[in-house]
């Protein structure tokens, strides 16, 4: 019963966070429905990882909770740039570095007993995964010492961070949802687009957005329009 519970509740806060991660994708960046997208896409992604770590422990599959605390630290430093912006050197944001850092140390350590084993495999999973949940955390860490010491920090700066953190967090997700929440779901769901191509539409917009808070997509319009 209390399993039961635990699923369910993973699968409900993990579908409204993609719900919510998809409405902030695709809204006005900065207005108040962009915003208030957000809020539910943090908040409800912090309750479906949780207890998806809960049941990863339980499997035990070690690789989903390892995604389930990356998760958290993504979207809540994600979102911190902004919450948070003037207490960069806090508390917070240093134990989200160690946190990060934890995260991809024990990755890789996860990978290096997958590695050495007969089968290749580590609790079903083999190398690659690990190696990607080690080298992302440990990259955030550096990129969150960087964030702290920096003396002055650019809108550029703020914005790079919290597309691609949040935008990751979102490419978790929907990985997962349909990976796992839809095994159950009619076709009809599973092949509509936005499901059927979640991480590439996402990892594409992620991109797109990268681009453009860093002046790219302003300078290809510009010599464009300059060479027509």
């Not at 943090?42 to 770590?53: D, E």
């Not at 990863?56 to 948070?84: C, D, E, H, Q, R």
Request: glycine share 8%; proline share 2%.
């Amino acid at each position: 019963m209390v399993q039961s519970a635990i699923l369910y509740s993973h699968i409900l806060f993990g579908a409204i966070a993609v719900i919510a991660g998809y409405i902030a994708l695709f809204t006005s960046k900065g207005k108040a429905r962009h915003i208030q997208a957000g809020n539910w896409f943090v908040i409800t992604m912090v309750l479906m990882a949780i207890p998806g770590i809960v049941i990863a422990y339980k499997m035990p599959m070690i690789i989903t909770a390892i995604a389930g605390f990356f998760t958290i630290y993504l979207v809540v430093s994600g979102v911190g740039v902004f919450k948070f912006s003037d207490r960069r050197r806090s508390y917070l944001n240093l134990g989200l570095c160690i946190s990060a850092f934890m995260i991809g140390l024990y990755s890789l350590l996860c990978g290096y007993w997958a590695a050495q084993s007969q089968s290749g495999f580590y609790q079903g999973v083999t190398l690659e995964p690990y190696i990607m949940f080690g080298v992302l955390p440990i990259i955030s860490a550096l990129l969150d010492i960087r964030y702290m010491l920096v003396q002055t920090l650019t809108s550029t700066v703020r914005l790079t961070r919290h597309v691609w953190r949040m935008c990751f967090a979102l490419f978790i997700a929907v990985g997962s949802f349909v990976g796992q929440g839809l095994k159950s779901a009619p076709d009809a769901i599973g092949s509509f687009v936005l499901v059927e191509y979640a991480d590439v539409i996402i990892l594409l917009i992620m991109l797109y957005w990268l681009l453009r808070v860093n002046g790219i997509v302003t300078k290809v319009k510009n010599r464009v329009a300059n060479n027509t």
